[in-house]
C-alpha cells in the first residue's frame, strides 16, 4: 500500500546537507524590519551590543538532567551541592540551577506509518492524542510528523490541542521506513526553534529501518547538535530478539543514551499510556544546569560532558554538545 500520489510530502531528504541552502527546509520564519534614518554610529553599537549578547548566550552550556531513584521513578528536590559536572575531565563550575525546570518545551512527535505498523497504528495515534492533551501547558508546543518512505510533518509546532490531535488522525500508512531521516529531520525542526526552550523528540516505531538517506552517524550528530532529548518507544511486532532485526533498536539506544533521553519497550500497546505519563513526568522534574566552558574549548568540536549526582541516583543527560556556536 502506498501513499496517494495527490497527498502532497511536506518534508523529503533529497541530500543530507544540514548547512547549506540545498538542505531540507522545514518551514522559513521572516522578519522583515526596515530601519530608517539610523546613524552611522547607531548601527555600530547596535551591532556590538548584539555580538556582546550572543557572546554571554552561546558560552554558557546549557544541560538538562533527568534524575531517577532506586524504584526509577524522577527525584525531586535535589540541591545545587548535590551535582557535579565535567567537561573532557575536567571539573566545571555550576554557574545556573533550576530544580523542576519551567523553561518551555517543544516536542517533535514522530509517528511510524509503514506497512509493519499498521496493526498498532490506531492504538499509537490515540494514546498520542491523549499525551498530547496532557503534556501541552501554556507556552509549550508540539509538532506532529509520521514516517515511512519519506517523513511528512502533519502539523507545525504549536499549543493548539485539538489541531494537533486531530493532525494525528490523518497518519497514511506507507512503503519502507526511513528511521534515520526521522531523527535526522525531527532534530533538524527542533534545532531551528529558539535556544531558549528544551527540545525533546519522540519517537514511536518499530525501529525497523529500510530507506533513509540519512546514516547513523548524521541522526545522532544532528540530534546533538539540536541539542535534543531523543524518547524511543519501541513497538515489537515479535518479542523475542530471535527472528528480528535489533540493528535499529540498537542504534536508537545508542543515540537516547547520547542525548539524555530513554528507551521503552512495551510489551502491549495498552501499556503506551502508562509510558506517555511516565515520560511527561520525567519532562516535569528535570533539572536544567549551566556552565561556561574552562578551558575554553576550540570551535567545530564535540565536547564530552559528564554529571555526577550525589546519592543513590541514575541520571540521564547528553553526553556531548557541539562547540561550533562559539564565538570568539
Known sequence: MRRQSGRPTLLRISRINPIGPSG???FCLIAGVSPQFISKSQAQNRTADQRSSIRIDVNLVSVIASVLDQNNRPAPDLQRDQFEIYEEGKPQKIESF???????????????????EIKELQFETDAAARFIGQVVRPEDRVGIFEFADTVTQLAGFSGNVPQLQAALRRVTPGDGTALYDAVYLGSDA???????????????????????????????????????????????????????NTAGEHALETIADSTGGAMYYPDEVSQLDAIFDRINRELRTQYRLGYYPQPRPPQGVYRSIEVRVKGNYKVRYRKSYYSGGLAN
Open 24 to 26: 531540507v527546509i522545514f
Open 98 to 116: 533550576e530544580p523542576e525546570t519551567q523553561q518551555p518545551l517543544d516536542l517533535a512527535l514522530m509517528i511510524d506509518s509503514s506497512l509493519s
Open 190 to 244: 527542533l534545532g531551528k526553534v529558539p535556544s531558549d526552550r528544551r527540545k525533546v523528540l519522540i519517537l514511536i516505531t518499530d525501529a525497523g529501518e529500510t530507506t533513509s538517506r540519512a546514516d547513523f552517524e548524521t541522526a545522532r550528530r544532528g540530534a546533538l547538535r539540536a541539542e535534543a532529548l531523543l524518547y524511543t518507544i519501541v513497538i515489537r511486532p515479535v518479542k523475542g530478539e530471535n527472528g528480528r
